[in-house]
């Protein structure tokens, strides 16, 4: 039998589980624009940044193949802010990478 805080637990994680699709598309969007040269300086820290907070909250819920891919984007993310000009090259094709593995590492529906 679950406990109260067990189900408020499960609860919340079937809530970030939902919401996860949604995040991951929001980066997936950015990621692109971060490709094609569209995204400002501003905007690829702030990329960084929800990427950074996908891969903590994804391995607070247990998802440690979303979280591990996750923090593998950041760091590629981190090297196109740092040298903007990597997009073009392996980079961008190790960030690409990441990001489908992130999508396959995501919960089936139930």
Same mark, same amino acid.
């Given at each position: 039998?679950?406990?109260?805080?067990?189900?408020?637990?499960?609860?919340?994680?079937?809530?970030?589980?939902?919401?996860?699709?949604?995040?991951?598309?929001?980066?997936?969007?950015?990621?692109?624009?971060?490709?094609?040269?569209?995204? /400002?300086?501003?905007?690829?820290?702030?990329?960084?940044?929800?990427?950074?907070?996908?891969?903590?909250?994804?391995? /607070?819920?247990?998802?440690?193949?979303?979280?591990?891919?996750?923090?593998?984007?950041?760091?590629?993310?981190?090297?196109?802010?740092?040298? &903007?000009?990597?997009?073009?090259?392996?980079?961008?094709? /190790?960030?690409?990478?990441?990001?489908?593995?992130?999508?396959?590492?995501? &919960?089936?529906?139930?």
């Amino acid at each position: 039998m679950k406990t109260d805080v067990q189900r408020r637990l499960d609860a919340l994680r079937a809530d970030y589980v939902a919401k996860l699709p949604g995040q991951l598309h929001d980066i997936e969007f950015a990621c692109g624009r971060l490709l094609a040269g569209e995204l /400002s300086a501003d905007g690829i820290v702030a990329l960084r940044y929800a990427v950074h907070r996908l891969a903590g909250s994804a391995g /607070s819920f247990g998802l440690d193949g979303l979280s591990r891919h996750a923090r593998e984007a950041e760091q590629w993310i981190e090297a196109i802010l740092e040298r &903007p000009a990597m997009a073009a090259g392996s980079e961008g094709a /190790s960030l690409r990478k990441e990001l489908a593995a992130m999508r396959a590492a995501l &919960p089936a529906k139930d």
